[in-house]
DNA sequence: TGCATATTCTATTGTTTACTTGAATACTCG
DNA sequence: CGAGTATTCAAGTAAACAATAGAATATGCA
């Protein structure tokens, strides 16, 4: 090959290879999925990944300079966003590489749902097909701040921490679908093991809201329908 | 969050931050970009990549832990290939990503095409419909061995090297369109310098065989029609 | 069996990266 | 304008990575 075009091949790869370097870090992708629930703070950031404050802010620097976060200053805190739903997308498709590639990925997940009794016997495309149906009630276990940000068309938010709480709420006879962040979050198995151990049929969904998005469904932002 | 489920999730991650960090290098996305045209040995990608074999053995061990590429013995050669569609289309969206994050991507080939006077007036989607649609000659000028390993449908094989030799098989009254490898691959625009100079009108289309195949187009293997 | 060849492994070197700590900067609000 | 807070920068250290050369392994074929 000619000089000059390995040289400019060499600089476009270099390019490429650093926004998959942004990526290719475990603290970052943490960072990358708290930012897709909702923009936040270099001080939530750090405290929700058990990251020091300037370590985060490093990281976020990382990213922000791969193009892959916006940074917006509100008053005294600087607010952190993903840079576009490409971002996302991105983000969605590369953990399905990887759980394909890697097999660990996947035992470790049927590992630690077993070890909570949360094993799955429904499989998710017809869990989504009743989500999508309205046959069940779906339960956002997240904190209420990412439910207002962005939530399943008709699910309740009910914050992992007050589920014990408000179980009342929740109608006995339906089947109840929990969801969370995303695939490797497991406040939604927690949720289910709660649930069940409580006498509901009760079943995880291993979709967040940016899943769902990436698949081209509708994210609601209202409040969202009370509990019949 | 509770413990366990935190080490999962960093486990998690930690495999998923491997596949990425797999493909964050400016030589392995080489290799696999010179994987995807055809399987291919060490030493042959050796040679492309303008690397020693043993870096590109180390590199290619990298892409086979993180299982991006498989390996198969032949006699006394190990022939790689890259393990399934996922890894081409994953291939083609992170380009797509970084072309959109870095913009000095788009920068550097602009003034690549430039500097060669190749600056493209069609733009690529209404030269991939003349393509689609026959209505122009179609010229694969990569090497045979990757012509005939997949090519765009109606394209004819005249490697850079020999098309000065063989400008007469063409016909000249039609417009020609040239690939090659890919986006950032050059010979297409070397070839299109050739032909303009020597009076075609000729156009470079940034897409290759991958890039084809990742939009749902089909490919052929067969040895191709002769030239008109 | 043994030689030749293709590939991989090992050890070493120099570079880059992640995290920590402490200081500096930028902004708001009194 | 100055105190207070959120964030970023800078320096230092430990760990990970890339490239090189040379040795080791594995296969084909005489």
Do not use: K
Not at 90 to 108: H, K, P, T
């Amino acid at each position: 090959m000619p000089r000059p075009a390995r040289n400019y091949q060499a600089a476009v790869y270099g390019h490429v290879a650093r926004v998959a370097r942004a990526v290719a870090s475990p603290r970052r992708l943490e960072l990358l999925e708290l930012l897709a629930q909702r923009p936040r703070t270099v001080e939530a950031l750090a405290r929700l990944a058990e990251l020091s404050v300037a370590s985060a802010s490093q990281h976020l620097q990382v990213l922000r300079a791969a193009r892959l976060v916006e940074a917006e200053r509100h008053g005294t805190f600087v607010e952190y966003r993903l840079a576009g739903t490409e971002v996302e997308e991105a983000l969605v498709a590369l953990r399905q590489l990887a759980e394909r590639r890697e097999r660990e990925i996947g035992e470790l997940t049927r590992d630690f749902l077993e070890r909570r009794g949360v094993l799955e016997a429904i499989d998710s495309e017809e869990l989504l097909q009743r989500v999508r149906a309205g046959a069940v009630t779906v339960l956002d276990v997240r904190p209420a701040e990412e439910y207002a940000a962005g939530h399943l068309p008709g699910a309740i938010s009910v914050p992992l921490a007050e589920l014990e709480a408000r179980l009342r709420e929740l109608p006995r006879r339906r089947p109840v679908v929990a969801y969370c962040r995303g695939p490797y979050c497991m406040m939604s198995a927690e949720a289910v093991a709660t649930l069940r151990r409580r006498g509901f049929t009760a079943h995880r969904l291993d979709h967040g809201v940016v899943e769902w998005r990436a698949r081209g469904e509708r994210v609601e932002t209202a409040p969202g329908a009370p509990p019949p």
